[in-house]
């Protein structure tokens, strides 16, 4: 029996929970309830999770954190469910999407056509472009509904009604998690919910050593840190925490957060302020053969191996030279997987931690510059990889080209600030590549919106000591406006200010600094009028 599942960790121990049995399209396998099930049907050798819509292209998962849609399935009846956010159940029954077309697309390659040329053909004459186009939606599709009537909603859906709240927090990663603990100690009535099964955002795969002198953090390993946070709350019973419930909706004209929960269920919370600490989520490349199983963000190979303890292959690489990248290439060495080597285009330097690419360099993979992925070799999955050179203007060098022997391609060439929720509260959003994309307007106290604030890589990208420190000060100037501060909360908004102010003190932050100047203003009404 196929297990990619790791059984020792030099430094994690996995709790997988109770064994189950799920079914993949009929066929038991064996499952743990802390597994999602994406990384349970991993574990049992499964690549393909999903097709493309259009061309019915092999997709395998890539964020591994509910933000892509490459992974999802049929689940218990469902259709479209993120399998990689979904926690394995005892009996689950999972399908793969399948569409006439998956048959088709062979027949219309070997005839020379291309695959999606049905959905081009027949759109003149015009009358028949309908009844055309109701044959092809049958043809292919992403997941339907049943034909017959579905049941009567579930019990729970809707009965959980509006609960109200003081502070309403989402996003439960160090900044949601330090602000949280930062008002909730000071009497506020809290809720912070977070779409995954736990607290801890992407600290809980984080295994390397915090080496940032600040006080918080220093000297810690990352999962140590979120387990910390994570303990800090649970001695606050004026903090409630929902796990697994994710932020669907924010209403202006009712002023209601709206929140999906398990079992379909729905919640509303109306609170007097709210944070959005939602994080960031993996940027992809463009080269050929980049959507196959096999290639993933590095972030989700992270997930896969460092909190579900399930291996991504035998043999990797990486492609880009920021932080991210290279942890996860440290990641997958601590596990004992072959990484081949580390390459990205930048003709400068390395542009994570240099302390992160000596760990790496140490155990003797290469970090290569002035090189760039131009394919992914395999048809159903990776079977290697083609790199090339780099010119001055960076073209491909002529000639250039080698072949890399690999089984997995991890791609870790940037986060995006995760802002859909941002934008519900109508704030001044602007574009800014040295913050990571579109981020919001805010003001010193981190406030974007007349009741709304905002803290961590949402805001801007940075890293996971940052976030807790932009949370704690949020959380601060929340209780501040609710009415709770006193001396302390103004000796304590100081020494966070200062501990942010150092550790952005390094001269490799001189930019991101000038960015997060231009992005605060002195006064958000004005902004908003
Ligand atoms: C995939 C990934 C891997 C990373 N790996 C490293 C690394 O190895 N080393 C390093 O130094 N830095 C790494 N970082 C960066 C660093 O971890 C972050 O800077 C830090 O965790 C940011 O903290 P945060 O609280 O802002 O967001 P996060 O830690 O991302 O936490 C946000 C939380 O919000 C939840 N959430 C999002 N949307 C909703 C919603 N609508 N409803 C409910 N909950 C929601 C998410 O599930 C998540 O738990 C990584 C970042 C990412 C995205
Ligand atoms: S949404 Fe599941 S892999 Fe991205």
Request: with cysteine; hydrophobic share 40%; net charge positive.
């Amino acid at each position: 029996m196929v297990d990619w599942r790791i059984y020792e960790h030099p430094i994690l121990e996995f709790d997988r929970g109770k064994e189950v049995t799920i079914y993949l399209d009929g066929k038991p396998m064996k499952a743990f309830e802390s597994e999602t099930v994406a990384a349970a049907l991993y574990a049992n050798g499964l690549r393909e999770f999903s097709k493309s819509i259009k061309y019915r292209r092999p997709r395998g998962f890539f964020c591994a954190i509910g933000r892509c849609s490459a992974c999802m399935m049929e689940v218990d009846g469902v259709p479209n469910v993120r399998t990689c956010v979904t926690m394995c159940k005892e009996g689950m029954q999972i399908k793969r999407q399948k569409y006439p077309a998956d048959y088709l697309n062979p027949v219309l390659n070997l005839m020379k056509l291309p695959p999606a040329v049905y959905m081009r053909l027949m759109t003149k004459p015009s009358f028949i472009y309908k009844p055309a186009m109701t044959v092809m939606r049958e043809l292919t599709g992403l997941g339907a509904f049943k034909k017959e009537l579905p049941g009567p909603a579930p019990a729970t859906m809707g009965n959980e009604g509006t609960l109200e709240t003081d502070f309403l927090v989402v996003g439960g990663g160090p900044a949601g998690m330090q602000a949280s603990i930062e008002a909730g100690k000071r009497g506020a009535d809290i809720i912070i919910i977070d779409d995954k099964d736990r607290l801890g955002g992407q600290l809980l795969k984080q295994t390397h050593t915090f080496f940032s002198d600040v006080k918080y953090a220093a000297g810690k390993r990352g999962f140590k840190l979120g387990e910390q946070m994570i303990a800090q709350l649970s001695e606050l019973p004026n903090v409630k925490v929902l796990t697994e419930t994710s932020a669907v909706g924010y209403y202006p004209k009712e002023d209601v957060m709206l929140m999906k929960r398990p079992g379909n269920a729905t919640l509303k919370v109306r609170a007097k302020k709210y944070l959005v600490s939602t994080g960031a989520y993996e940027k992809t490349l463009v080269f050929e053969n980049n959507d196959i199983p096999g290639v993933y963000g590095a972030g989700g190979v992270q997930t896969l191996l460092n909190v579900f303890g399930v291996k991504p292959g035998n043999r990797g690489i990486l492609l880009g030279t920021g932080n991210v990248a290279l942890m996860v290439a440290y990641h997958l060495i601590q596990a004992g997987i072959e990484v081949v080597g580390v390459y990205a285009p930048s003709f400068r330097r390395v542009r994570g931690y240099f302390v992160h690419a000596a760990k790496i360099q140490r155990h003797g993979v290469p970090i290569v510059t002035r090189h760039t992925i131009v394919k992914a070799l395999g048809k159903n999955e990776v079977k290697g990889a083609v790199i090339t050179r780099l010119n001055p203007d960076y073209s491909p060098a002529e000639g250039s080209q080698f072949t890399v022997d690999c089984d997995f391609i991890c791609i870790g060439v940037g986060l995006n600030p995760a802002y859909d929720l941002v934008q519900l509260f109508n704030p001044k959003m602007v574009n800014n590549g040295t913050l990571g994309g579109m981020v919001p307007i805010r003001d010193k106290t981190f406030r974007f919106a007349p009741n709304a604030y905002i803290a961590g890589d949402c805001g801007s990208i940075e890293e996971a000591t940052t976030a807790m420190l932009e949370g704690g000060l949020a959380g601060l100037y929340v209780t501040e406006a609710l009415g709770r501060g006193d001396e302390g909360v103004t000796t304590k908004i100081e020494e966070y200010t200062h501990a942010l102010e150092e550790d952005r003190g390094s001269p490799f932050s001189t930019r991101l600094k000038a960015a997060i100047e231009e992005i605060t203003v002195e006064n958000i009404e004005e902004v908003l009028s």
